[in-house]
Every structure is written in C-alpha cells, then in structure tokens.
C-alpha cells in the first residue's frame, strides 16, 4: 500500500556523532532492529501525537526491548496515520517519523536533559 498523499512528511536530518560519549552514533534512518530504549528518560511510539507503547515501560516492567520493528508493525495496521518514535535522553534526543513502510527517518534532534 502507498503512503497516503495527505500526511505531512517532514524535512529528513543528518544524523552523526552522538553527545552521549557512552552511545552509539545518530542514524540518519532507524534499522528495523534499533532500540526504542534511551535507560532513563522517555522513548515512545506515537500515532497522530499520542503514544501508543512506551519503550522504556515495556523495558523495566515486562523485560521485554521495544524495537523499530515493533513500531513498524503497530504502524502497518494503521498506514494512513502519522507515526513518529520519539527518544529523549541525557544529552540528546530524536524523532523519527515513519514515511513509508520500513522507512522510518531521522526528522529532529534536540539536547535531551541534563
């Protein structure tokens, strides 16, 4: 199925070096493996703004890593929705917006906290 025409995709950004000594590198578009996890701090999936599975709750209370692939099939029941991971950190933060199946790119990057 395409992506529908009348969501919004917004500007793709260049990932890179990470602040977080300790972590790894800022992908430009997330791998289907990649984490929704930052250890402390907020890592959720959101359809239209609103989470729908929070990573870092899935992580502690039911021992069970949230990945983009997790994402990317909650996503697949609902394609013509906008859907974003959204990562807040120390030290850094990230959005990805979904913008085609298994196309989940990097559309912002903030400090974080701390």
Partial sequence: MAHPKHLKHREPIEGGLNPCLNCPPIP??????????????TAE?????????????????????????????????????????????????ETYQRQGPRNWVLVERNEGFA
């Fill in 45 to 93: 999936v959101r359809r239209n703004g609103k989470m729908v599975i929070d990573g870092e709750k899935e992580a502690q209370e039911h021992d069970r890593w949230v990945t983009f692939e997790d994402a990317e099939q909650a996503a697949e029941k609902y394609p013509s929705h906008d859907w974003t991971v959204v990562l807040h950190g120390p030290l850094h933060g």
């Fill in 28 to 41: 430009s578009v997330a791998q289907m493996d990649k984490l929704i996890a930052v250890g402390f701090g």
